[in-house]
């Protein structure tokens, strides 16, 4: 790696597991990242003194994923083979050219086609939404696993679906990526579902929603989601404003509860 890209590795805070995939990299595409929620340039992250509270700003990319992968040691053993999650910053980067493929390539170690559901954080106009892939691995002839996408997002009012190009150019270049031969049409015909979920109250509050949707969603996510069935459990009762406020201050008390963390 350049002098200048080591330079740019250590006064920039990327996700742990992004860092570790970008110094593994012969080209890093780095431009990207300065468009996108991130911790203050810093050479320590003092957890102890970030708190989540109503009047916080939005979460940035480098505490959704600690947090992220916090929730994510919590799900049994016994069901890890049948979920995975993408980091948090793949979905931005894939939609810049000059990064598509090492994204592509990155996502292959990921074996989505052989998961249930794979959880795709997005971050885009600076706000966060959920994209859920179920079942892709399964080429249509089954009557209970069908491929389908779910986009849950607390802030309908600024239509998710403005997000619908690009993820179904996502989707195809992960199908030809891995070599899969489903044929174009049955990939862009692959259901994308935007079910009525609670709705934030403020600006501020997507981050949470999305973390929260994740960590509810792995606890009761059904062996087969059949479209037959849909919304399931997914609607505007799903849970209390209330419940996610437990939820967001025992995010608060992890935080306060970590070491501090050197950043080199």
Known sequence: MSNSNEAWRRSKILTRQGAKLLESSKDPVLEVFDSLPRCSQSERLVHSRRKISKHQNMLDTNMFESYLENLWSRVPEEKMISYAYLDCLWFSLY???????????????????????????????????????????????????????????????????????????????????????????????????????????????????????????????PESFKQEGYPYFLNKEWFKLEDLECFRKELDSISRCKDVIDID
């Open 95 to 221: 939609k810049d050219e000059s990064a598509k493929s090492k994204v592509l390539d990155w996502i292959k170690r990921k074996q989505i086609f052989k998961r249930k559901y794979v959880f795709v954080p997005i971050v885009c106009w600076r706000h966060w939404s959920l994209l859920i892939l179920c079942h892709f691995g399964e080429k249509g002839q089954s009557r209970t696993k069908k491929p389908c996408m779910l986009l849950l997002d607390s802030l309908q009012e600024l239509d998710p679906k403005r997000l619908e190009p690009d993820i179904r150019r996502f989707v195809h270049d992960l199908y030809r990526s891995e070599g899969r031969k489903e044929k174009d049409e049955f990939i862009y015909d692959i259901p994308l579902l935007i079910p009525q979920v609670p709705q934030q109250k403020n600006g501020e509050e997507c981050g949470i929603f999305v973390l929260y949707f994740l960590y509810l969603f792995l606890q009761s996510a």
